[in-house]
């Protein structure tokens, strides 16, 4: 698959999730909020993953004009009509295109390297699950494959050649495993997030209110990532953290007994038909720091 050809044929044959698709009923619940800290940490601890959010992108200045990018773009792309699905998938490669350069230790990248964009990719297969079933319980083994496949279809749409993913969910989870294992450090990038670098990430929210969203951050980035990652980035964890984000887990499947689905999913209906990605929180343009390439969604 070309890098500068069509929108791969996955994108038109399948996307957008429709009713009845596991997908449908996993990325779309509330509960899958409290992974966007340790999805963006799992990214960010690959080197070169890091490099080019560092060297592209404005997360420290405009953390929340950065979320919003990225959930315009991912979600009109899983749930948008099929035209817009098309459209995203090509502002996607637009976007990324251009992310390319050397990390500081000398070491070419491409954000539209397969092999990055695959690992980017797996962070939300593997975090979107495991929150799915931690707060639902575990899915049928059938509605497990399912999920999987439907995936594959988002891997496409953001430019992932067909047969470059883990055959099946075995197979991605052995491979999951062994980026952990063998990729995964801590970086500048994953300091500047958990605000253990002197130019950590400005959010414009009251100092109290910042405080303790880090500190939510920190709990579910404790709780959700690979125990082997957690202790390398010396994120804390105790029985303590562990009762109180099972507390927080078990509030959203109370909340999912009483609130009616189309209720909960209302939020990424919201999202998926605005025009343009939500403004909420963003830092004014005078008092962000100002980089290269910081109008990428990188």
């Known amino acids: 698959m070309s890098e500068t050809g069509t929108?791969?044929?996955?994108?038109r044959r399948a996307l957008p999730y429709r009713p009845g698709d596991v997908c449908w009923r996993v990325l779309r619940e509330p509960v899958q909020n409290l992974g966007a800290a340790p999805l963006l940490l799992l990214q960010v601890t690959h080197p070169?993953?890091?490099a080019g959010v560092e060297q592209f992108s404005d997360y420290e200045s405009d953390p929340f004009g950065r979320l919003w990018r990225t959930a315009d773009i991912m979600l009109k792309m899983a749930f948008g009509d099929p035209e817009v699905s098309r459209r995203q998938s090509e502002k996607f490669r637009r976007i990324?295109?251009?992310v390319q350069g050397t990390s500081d230790e000398g070491v070419p990248y491409r954000a539209l390297d397969p092999d990055l964009l695959m690992w980017v990719w797996a962070t939300g297969v593997k975090g979107a699950l495991d929150l799915y079933e931690r707060t639902f319980g575990r899915l049928p083994?059938?509605?497990r494959a399912r999920y999987y496949e439907e995936q594959k279809l988002l891997a496409h749409a953001c430019w992932v050649p067909e047969g470059h993913c883990p055959e099946d969910l075995a197979a991605f989870e052995e491979y999951f495993d062994h980026v952990v294992r063998t990729e995964l450090r801590p970086t500048v990038v994953s300091d500047k997030l958990l605000r253990r670098h002197p130019e950590s990430l400005q959010t414009p929210l009251p100092k109290p209110v910042d405080a303790a969203y880090l500190r939510l951050n920190i709990l579910a980035a404790g709780a959700l990532l690979p125990k082997p990652l957690r202790e390398r980035l010396g994120i804390p964890w105790s029985p303590a953290r562990a009762r109180a984000f099972a507390a927080?887990?078990?509030a959203h499947r109370a909340g999912a007994r009483v609130v009616p689905e189309k209720v909960r999913h209302g939020p990424v209906d919201y999202l998926v038909a605005r025009k343009r990605p939500l403004q909420l929180l963003r830092t004014p343009p005078e008092r962000r720091r100002r980089k290269p390439g910081d109008r990428s969604a990188a």
């Open 248 to 250: 927080l887990l078990a």
């Open 7 to 11: 929108v791969p044929p996955a994108v």
């Open 141 to 143: 083994d059938e509605d």
């Open 96 to 98: 990324h295109q251009r």
């Open 48 to 50: 070169l993953v890091a």
